[in-house]
């Protein structure tokens, strides 16, 4: 059973960086498309970015284009989400998420079976 562990959240000021990681056990990653995902405080949750199993392609929210970096190393089992130019609005608990189906793409759409406990991500000055 696949099993999945964030880390790398913490608190950090307007317009700096943090990078999440997916550490992956139980399973080898590279078979799985990974989505990463938030929950604000009261809101529901929202897809943020994905990466296709080879790393091949990518997809992000329009709120995080070009701000957010997602990619994998599939030798280590991880996945990495890059942020920077943090905004307050960035402020959630991210969950890392794998997809068990065999995909040529990948969607925040798409159903994801295995999800991690999730990294609290804060942006305050």
Do not use: H
Request: net charge neutral; aromatic share 10%; charged share 20%.
């Amino acid at each position: 059973q696949l099993q999945l562990v964030e880390s790398g959240g913490g608190l950090v000021q307007p317009g700096g960086s943090l990078r999440l990681s997916c550490a992956a056990s139980g399973s080898t990653l590279g078979y799985y498309v990974i989505g990463w995902f938030r929950q604000a405080s009261g809101k529901e949750r929202e897809g943020v970015s994905c990466i296709t199993s080879s790393g091949g392609m990518t997809a992000y929210a329009n709120s995080v284009k070009g701000r957010f970096t997602i990619s994998r190393d599939n030798a280590k089992d991880t996945v990495y989400l890059q942020m920077n130019s943090l905004k307050a609005e960035d402020k959630a608990v991210y969950y890392c998420a794998a997809d068990g189906r065999m995909r040529a793409d990948c969607s925040l759409g798409y159903e994801y079976d295995y999800w991690g406990q999730g990294a609290q991500v804060a942006v305050a000055s």
